[in-house]
């Protein structure tokens, strides 16, 4: 198991929140005006990692953090995140680039929040205790038919399923400092699964063999539409017809993602936006048809609607991200 802890106290105060930013750059951005950089702020974590999982304990001060399509764009963390919150919460998750636009904004009976680190988000947290687990979208996949559809969500200790688990997480970040590699690695693993399976439980989003159906259903619809995103004349009634499936089963499927149609969309931005950012130098139309859309005016339009800037901008705003990076950090106005 190898250990880590990090912590802002010995930082000058104009250092102490700029140190925090640097610390956690790899994994999401926080994002402070200058009055935040001016003001002292406390903020330490304890990171262990075992084989394949990530667990964090971490005490901070409020501060508003974003992972932007920019940021997705220009690194590799696909996993899952699971904060569980001992002390604080959220106060507001914005959801961008999603059919489900934006979260109900939590309190302080949030106990769980679920991340997909392959999809925008905008949070506002308060000063609080987070343990954190980083979990391979190969183990959620396990609970969740559709893994991406927890994105942004959160649940509070509303079951015994919730209850227990808040109560092995605690007990978790008590105990870690102290525990030998192999029970650490063992006692990490447990909690991991446990948080996964109360929150798929309370959340709604799990189930026994109608669910493992249904993942398998969706597995299979998936793999389809990503074979053929590139051709223009896929369509939802492609889908229906191509795999012999009925209305009201797609419907069901999709009803998260603002149906089958808009999911498509959505991936076909998705793997735009990647393109944008690895190829600088490949025309906007000649991206547009390779995801297949039928018109750089119908993409554009699209992409406006989905990010809030054309392709244009956005490549331009990826490209000055990875090229700024970590060297210097963008600061709000006050």
Same mark, same amino acid.
């Given at each position: 198991? +190898?250990?880590?802890?990090?912590?802002?106290?010995?930082?000058?105060?104009? *250092?102490? %929140?700029?140190?925090w930013?640097?610390?956690?750059?790899?994994?999401?951005?926080?994002?402070p005006?200058?009055?935040?950089?001016?003001?002292?702020?406390?903020?330490?974590?304890?990171?262990?990692? $075992?084989?394949?999982?990530?667990?964090?304990?971490?005490?901070?001060?409020?501060?508003l %953090?974003?992972?932007?399509?920019?940021?997705?764009?220009?690194?590799? $963390?696909?996993d =899952?995140? #699971?904060?569980?919150?001992?002390?604080?919460?959220?106060?507001?998750?914005?959801?961008?680039?999603?059919?489900?636009?934006?979260?109900?904004s939590?309190?302080?009976?949030?106990?769980?929040? !679920?991340?997909?680190?392959?999809?925008? $988000? *905008? /949070?506002?947290?308060?000063?609080?205790?987070?343990?954190?687990?980083?979990?391979? @979208?190969?183990?959620?996949?396990?609970?969740f038919?559709?893994?991406?559809?927890i994105?942004?969500r959160?649940?509070?200790?509303a079951?015994?399923l919730?209850?227990? +688990?808040?109560?092995?997480?605690?007990? %978790?970040g008590?105990?870690?400092?102290? /525990?030998?590699?192999? +029970?650490?690695?063992?006692?990490?693993?447990?909690?991991?699964?446990?948080?996964? +399976?109360a929150?798929?439980?309370? @959340?709604g989003?799990s189930?026994? !063999?109608?669910?493992?159906?249904?993942?398998?259903?969706?597995?299979?619809?998936?793999?389809?539409?990503q074979?053929? %995103?590139? &051709?223009?004349?896929?369509?939802?009634?492609?889908?229906?017809?191509?795999?012999h499936?009925?209305?009201?089963?797609?419907?069901?499927? #999709?009803?998260?993602?603002?149906?089958?149609?808009?999911?498509?969309?959505?991936? &076909?931005? *998705?793997?735009?936006?990647?393109?944008?950012?690895?190829?600088?130098?490949? /025309?906007?139309?000649?991206?547009? =048809?390779a995801?297949? #859309?039928?018109?750089?005016?119908?993409?554009?339009?699209a992409?406006?609607?989905?990010?809030?800037?054309?392709?244009?901008?956005?490549?331009?705003?990826?490209?000055? =991200?990875?090229?700024?990076?970590?060297?210097?950090?963008?600061?709000?106005?006050?």
């Open positions: 198991m +190898a250990r880590s802890h990090f912590s802002v106290h010995g930082e000058p105060q104009h *250092r102490q %929140l700029l140190a930013r640097e610390r956690v750059g790899h994994v999401i951005d926080v994002l005006s200058k009055a935040d950089v001016e003001q002292p702020f406390r903020a330490e974590i304890d990171r262990y990692k $075992v084989d394949g999982l990530l667990f964090t304990d971490c005490r901070s001060d409020a501060m %953090l974003e992972r932007s399509l920019a940021r997705i764009s220009t690194d590799s $963390v696909r =899952y995140v #699971f904060h569980v919150f001992a002390e604080g919460g959220v106060d507001d998750i914005a959801l961008r680039a999603s059919p489900r636009r934006a979260a109900p939590t309190n302080a009976t949030t106990k769980i929040l !679920a991340l997909d680190m392959n999809q925008p $988000v *905008r /949070m506002r947290r308060s000063s609080c205790r987070v343990l954190t687990f980083f979990v391979p @979208a190969a183990l959620v996949q396990e609970v038919p559709d893994p991406e559809a994105h942004g959160t649940i509070q200790d079951t015994p919730t209850r227990l +688990a808040l109560e092995h997480v605690a007990a %978790l008590a105990n870690i400092p102290s /525990m030998t590699p192999a +029970a650490a690695d063992s006692a990490v693993r447990n909690a991991a699964h446990l948080v996964v +399976a929150f798929g439980k309370q @959340a989003l189930g026994n !063999a109608r669910s493992a159906a249904r993942a398998a259903l969706f597995g299979r619809v998936r793999r389809h539409i074979a053929n %995103l590139h &051709r223009a004349e896929l369509t939802p009634e492609g889908v229906l017809n191509a795999l499936l009925s209305r009201p089963t797609i419907y069901r499927m #999709f009803q998260h993602e603002g149906g089958l149609g808009a999911y498509i969309r959505h991936l &076909r931005l *998705r793997q735009a936006a990647d393109e944008l950012a690895r190829y600088p130098h490949m /025309m906007v139309t000649d991206v547009a =048809y995801v297949g #859309f039928k018109s750089a005016s119908d993409f554009t339009r992409f406006r609607r989905a990010y809030g800037m054309a392709p244009q901008e956005f490549r331009a705003q990826s490209q000055t =991200y990875r090229a700024e990076r970590p060297a210097s950090w963008q600061v709000l106005p006050t």
